[in-house]
């Protein structure tokens, strides 16, 4: 990984803005879409066992963060993914695991190892045997990095609402796989 980097605990609500300007350049996000995500990421913030990661160089700045929380089926997300589960009797993954919500490095420092430390880093610290998460549906650099560190497609054309493009769920046993040596 960039050795000018470090990774550490992120106090996710009082740098909200510096996080989705990073998920705004990373993943696409609108002004209007960043305003929506500001309330869902401070209410996300308040869910048992909610926590975050940050990257930051060494003037302070923000270029990459993760955060995620034990999953509770009676959340948004899991409900929606649910039944696409439950159709494939694969919704014991709800249980007893720790949800990946956002995972974002800015573009210019892409592919240093920094999203794969703090995926990593992130699920090595949770209670739970197992993490989940969704990823829109095409061979992106996410999927592959997802697939490297162990997840599998447990769903696919998974449709949140409001959502123009089609998700898949993808669930791995913790703790990540490593590569190997
Ligand atoms: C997904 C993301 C967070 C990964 O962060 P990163 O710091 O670039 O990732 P890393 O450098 O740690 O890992 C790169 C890994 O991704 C995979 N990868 C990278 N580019 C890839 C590509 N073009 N195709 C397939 N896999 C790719 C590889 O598995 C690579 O592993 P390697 O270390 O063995 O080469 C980053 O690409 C990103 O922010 N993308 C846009 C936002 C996004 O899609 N977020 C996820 C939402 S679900």
């Known amino acids: 990984m960039t050795d000018d980097v470090v990774i550490g605990a992120l106090d996710l609500a009082l740098r909200v803005d510096e996080a989705l300007a990073v998920q705004a350049r990373a993943f696409g996000l609108s002004d209007d879409e960043i305003a929506v995500r500001r309330q869902i990421v401070l209410r996300h913030l308040g869910h048992p066992g909610a926590r975050a990661l ?9 270029v990459g963060f993760v ?22 009797e694969l919704d014991f993954w709800l249980d007893d695991s720790f949800v990946i919500t956002e995972l974002h490095v800015e573009p210019a420092y892409q592919n240093r ?69």
């Open 113 to 181: 190892g920094i999203g794969r430390t703090l995926i990593t880093t992130i699920t090595d610290s949770a209670a739970e045997p197992r993490s989940i998460l969704s990823a829109i549906d095409w061979e992106s650099p996410a999927r592959g990095l997802y697939r490297s560190l162990g997840y599998q497609d447990l769903a696919r054309q998974v449709l949140f609402p409001s959502a123009p493009k089609p998700y898949a769920v993808m669930g791995a046993p913790l703790p990540l796989r490593r590569p190997s040596a």
């Open 67 to 88: 955060y995620g929380m034990p999953n509770d089926r009676a959340h948004w997300w899991s409900t929606v993914v649910e039944p696409y589960l439950r159709s494939r």
């Open 54 to 62: 940050g990257a930051t160089t060494p003037d302070g700045r923000l």
